[in-house]
């Protein structure tokens, strides 16, 4: 099944100066000693330009480095390392007992042919070599570089702590969890809702998220912190992505990327002459270094995964043309391969790689939606987005194809270059339709807010008082109307309708002459109203999973409610839903029951009657 995520309004992206930082009396980081940190790291860079998470910013981390590692051993790679930076370089036992013999491995580690299969020999030293090179990047970045080069039947992962880079497979990096505390307050302030974003990282990032386990991987919002127990490599995609929602200057947000690839992003647009003819990648490459002065490296899961299979040849002739543009018609004339290559700015180089979900490189970026919100167009573009731009999405793995809404008018796609070229065309042409055609009017809704009886009152005075105030009754197009639900009588996730209750017609509502005995435990189908069962999300995206778990908890009582139906503009319900959001998000324990979350129907575009026919 197609799950989608699809956000609450959490306001406009305005500019903020706060930064995230971990809650009272938690580390920001693994312990690191007091003289390795620069200065005021976190205060010395503003949130625009930082590229790296903020785990990264210590010093020595932050230092620039080069290396051009040909066909060297793992050892002798992590010595060099350690010369260079004046750090130590440890490589995990699991490194050396992962995986099959490592001159049976061809093409990265993932098939192998003749050989005994016989694991290694944990005493004997590492035969597969590695082949990387950066120019002039900071360390963390050479890192990820590193660790996207070398492949040892396993991916490999790096930590670091103390002044000690740990060099492990990425499974075994798992294993080593520790909890982390985030102060969510700066996304607070902006009304985000928490549970949403929690349910989101964990499906936007590798995890894994272990929810069978107790001390697993796994994530929880307690008020507004946002605990995690997992990784450091984890920890540091979150932290990227945290980063990244507190960058709302620019449309599209490249996360976790260093500075250097700006000069790489520069180098494409320039002009480059082609005269290949049955060139091969790498030779390729060399021409693009020679004529562009950039670093280029070919992955090693570009080359013929098995003897025999042909070598990826190029033929093509280009005079004057933009780099970018040689590279697209590249992508689509080699010969000798059965899948795309992917060429992308990673670490401060042109990266040539493999772009299907097996071999790609995932990154995540956030799209800025607020021109296409204010038109009243976010949902309809999202959907359209899913069936027009091939990701694939969502392939029932945390970290893969995720294309999901953490408010509005900010996109989180995590997907591959060559996925995020065509969400960014696809965007650009949208725009472009967009200002031909603007938006005559504001869009007239009509919702029906579910909130606790308890609650209806402060809810109406806030939302009337704060929001749009002047344009309800006769100042202006808001119509608000609150409409009580007895106990017992109806619940959002229960068999009757608005219209059965009476909200959208001039007959008064009757209440039942008693109230009826609680409802008995119904199974989770019976629970979910109709107009859920035909579709995965509802209009704030709550998942179906999420649906069956909040009703299986609430059918056994059902609190007294109250609807509040609202008619008005499209951007004043996307404000009413920023009231609501803040309302609850200092009540964990409410939303975390479901018991004081709103829940929303968008409704067809009906006349209210008049206040004086219905309840208040």
Known sequence: ?????????????????????????????????AETRAPDAAAAVPWTTRYAPPSD????????????????????VAKAIGEKTGLTVVIAPAVAASGLAPEEFVGGGFFFSGGTGKPRDPNQPLKETVTSRVDEVPLWSALCALVTDAHYGEDIAWEYRDGVITLSVAWASEEHRRPRHYDLAPLVDRKVDLTRLKRILERSIVGPWDFEEPGTSNSSVIGRTLVVNASQRTQREIESLLAGLLRPEASEVILNEPPQNERIRAALARPFTANFRGATLQEVAAEIERQMSIPVSVHRNCEPVLPGDPVPRITLQLRGKPLSRFLELMQATTTGLDEDIDVFPDSGRLLFKRSTLKFALLEPRLY?????????????????????????????????????????????????HATHVRVAEFLRSQRALLSRNPTTGRRIETRAYFVKASDAEALRGLIVGTVAPGTWGAGGPGTLRGFPIPRGKFHPYFGESLFGLGCCSKDPYVPPPKEPEPNPAKPVEELIPKAFKNTTADHYGHEENALRARAALLGAETLPHTVLVVRHEYDVHRQIDMRITQFFVDRPYEICLGLASQYSYLMDDVELPPAESRPQ
């Open 1 to 33: 099944m197609r799950r989608r995520a699809v956000g609450l309004m959490v306001g406009t992206w305005g500019a903020l100066c706060a930064g995230f930082v971990p809650a009272q009396g938690q580390p920001s980081q693994p312990p690191v000693a």
């Open 57 to 76: 910013q210590v010093k020595e981390l932050q230092q620039i480095v080069s290396w051009n590692f040909q066909e060297q051993s793992l050892e002798e």
């Open 368 to 416: 800025d939606l607020r021109d296409f919100e204010r038109a009243g167009q976010t949902e309809a573009l999202v959907e359209s987005m899913q069936l027009l731009v091939y990701g694939p999405w969502d392939v029932d793995e945390p970290g893969t194809g995720t294309l999901a809404m953490l408010s509005p008018d900010q996109l989180l796609v995590r997907q591959s």
